[in-house]
């Protein structure tokens, strides 16, 4: 049977990745639905209707409007990565104004397996917020990778990060 996969991406680079993720998803079983925050939405514009095709799902990042029947399948896990600093603090704090940290908070209350894979730099990371939205995020039973295992912080600068370990997080919620 195939199972749903709900990735949700924030605005950080590895986002430009995502065509790549979703076929190795797909090879894994996984039927995808892409979820992105309006800024990731923004940097994909050109490829928005390519990535829906990939998928068969609409590709969304707003909320439905009242009345509106919802799109996607119910979820057997989620993957919420390139997670940026601002999505973690939204998503540990309850701030759901955004399409996707609103689904990413319900997925918490319904026992939905979650991964997510943080991608910001090492100042950011600093922030006294970050560890304790980690921390929230870990008590409430996602699989955070971040550090060892996970995707390694690099210092401010470059656009882009070295490398994104994908592979690790679509492992995570294999598994
Ligand atoms: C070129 C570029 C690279 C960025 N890389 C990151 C990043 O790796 N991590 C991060 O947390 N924010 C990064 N940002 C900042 C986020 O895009 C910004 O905070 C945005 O508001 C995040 O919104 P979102 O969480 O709703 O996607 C980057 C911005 C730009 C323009």
């Known amino acids: ?19 790549h993720v979703i ?3 797909q090879a894994r079983g996984w ?3 892409l979820g992105l925050t309006p800024t990731a939405a923004h940097w994909l514009a050109g490829s928005l209707d390519g990535l829906a095709a990939l998928t068969g799902h609409p590709v969304r990042w707003q909320y439905k409007l009242p009345g509106e029947p919802d799109v996607w399948p119910p979820a057997d896990a989620l993957l919420f990565a390139p997670a940026t600093f601002n ?24 026992g939905t ?39 390694i912080p690099g210092p401010a600068g470059p656009d882009a990060p070295a490398s994104f370990p994908w592979p690790i997080a679509l492992d995570a919620v294999s598994a």
């Open 87 to 110: 999505s973690i603090n939204a998503w540990a704090l309850g701030l759901t104004d955004r399409f996707v940290v609103g689904v990413a908070a319900e997925a918490l209350g319904k």
């Open 31 to 33: 039927d995808v639905c």
């Open 113 to 151: 397996p979650t991964v997510t894979m943080p991608c910001t730099n090492t100042a950011l990371a600093a922030h006294p917020q970050f560890e304790q939205s980690l921390a929230i995020l870990r008590t409430a039973g996602v699989d955070v990778r971040f550090g060892e295992g996970g995707f």
């Open 1 to 19: 049977m195939t199972r749903t996969l709900y990735l949700l991406c924030s605005a950080a680079p590895p986002v430009f990745d995502v065509a």
């Open 23 to 25: 076929e190795d998803a």
